[in-house]
């Protein structure tokens, strides 16, 4: 083992909360609880910070698969913090098949990408149509992060629709999109839901999370519910 390797599970071990550990483990059960230390996701982001400023992080990003859950979301961490697109992308495409939990997946939003939003499209596209459960959600997130405002189009939503998949983790990500883009652009989205255009247990979930959220009004949360397939 490298010694910034050797270093950093130290200093993860430093931090640990085994109490957090017990609840964070809960909540990710695809991820073996002797994987996970039990450190916050603040002092996470602390450390990714600062490691991100130190030439040696190159031998802990490419020492793959990491051992620890921790490890794994301190190397999405230090991603975010690459302000080159093309370093950030090249970063990014090595980490994904590793990703093995929703809350890695979620976690990473390079800030690079938003000033490079035409660029990161075909990535997108890609990383949607790939098998593997975390890559394919990774894009369906960079899509609901970066396309639902000034930059939405609806045939991003179809792209979304159009996603087949038997993974609980894909489709929950396909209603999350949908939930959120029925937020922010509603009169365009309220269509895919009319003409049932997702399978029956995305077009319900995604309801279900509308109704949820505070950014949809009564009147559509109303409506919203008439919608739901039975």
Same mark, same amino acid.
């Given at each position: 083992?490298?010694?910034?390797?050797?270093?950093?599970?130290? /200093? #993860?071990?430093?931090?640990?909360? #085994?109490?957090?550990?017990?609840?964070?483990?809960?909540?990710?059960?695809?991820?073996?609880?002797?994987?996970?230390?039990?450190?916050?996701?603040?002092?996470?982001? %602390?450390?990714?910070?600062?490691?991100?400023?130190?030439?040696?992080?190159?031998?802990?990003?490419?020492? #793959?698969?990491?051992?620890?859950?921790?490890?794994?979301?301190?190397?999405?961490?230090?991603?975010?913090?690459?302000?080159?697109?093309?370093?950030?992308? @090249?970063?990014?495409?090595?980490?994904?098949?590793?990703?093995?939990?929703?809350?890695?997946?979620?976690?990473?939003?390079?800030?690079?990408?938003?000033?490079?939003?035409?660029?990161?499209?075909?990535?997108?596209?890609?990383?949607?149509?790939?098998?593997?459960?975390?890559?394919? /959600?990774?894009?369906?997130?960079?899509? !609901?992060?970066?396309?639902?405002?000034?930059?939405?189009? @609806?045939?991003?939503?179809?792209?979304?629709?159009?996603?087949?998949?038997?993974?609980?983790?894909?489709? !929950? !990500?396909?209603?999350?999109?949908?939930?959120?883009?029925?937020?922010?652009?509603?009169?365009?989205?309220? #269509?895919?839901?009319?003409?049932?255009?997702?399978?029956?247990?995305?077009?319900?979930? @995604?309801?279900?999370?509308?109704?949820?959220?505070?950014?949809?009004?009564?009147?559509? %949360? %109303?409506?919203?519910?008439?919608?739901?397939?039975?």
């Amino acid at each position: 083992m490298s010694r910034i390797i050797d270093e950093i599970q130290v /200093r #993860l071990f430093e931090l640990q909360d #085994l109490k957090y550990r017990d609840f964070n483990a809960s909540l990710i059960p695809a991820v073996d609880k002797d994987t996970v230390i039990g450190v916050r996701t603040p002092a996470l982001r %602390k450390m990714a910070k600062e490691l991100a400023q130190n030439p040696e992080i190159i031998e802990f990003l490419t020492a #793959l698969p990491h051992q620890y859950y921790e490890e794994n979301n301190l190397h999405g961490m230090i991603i975010e913090q690459e302000k080159d697109f093309g370093r950030c992308i @090249s970063e990014v495409e090595k980490f994904l098949p590793y990703i093995d939990n929703w809350a890695t997946c979620d976690l990473i939003s390079p800030k690079v990408f938003r000033k490079h939003t035409e660029e990161l499209m075909p990535h997108i596209r890609r990383w949607m149509e790939s098998s593997h459960t975390y890559t394919c /959600r990774f894009g369906i997130k960079m899509l !609901m992060t970066y396309f639902l405002d000034n930059n939405f189009r @609806s045939e991003y939503a179809e792209w979304v629709a159009a996603v087949k998949s038997e993974e609980y983790y894909v489709n !929950m !990500m396909r209603a999350w999109y949908f939930a959120t883009a029925l937020a922010k652009q509603y009169d365009r989205i309220i #269509l895919f839901i009319e003409e049932k255009s997702l399978d029956k247990w995305t077009h319900n979930k @995604s309801i279900q999370k509308s109704v949820e959220s505070y950014r949809i009004t009564p009147e559509q %949360k %109303k409506y919203l519910r008439t919608l739901k397939v039975k």
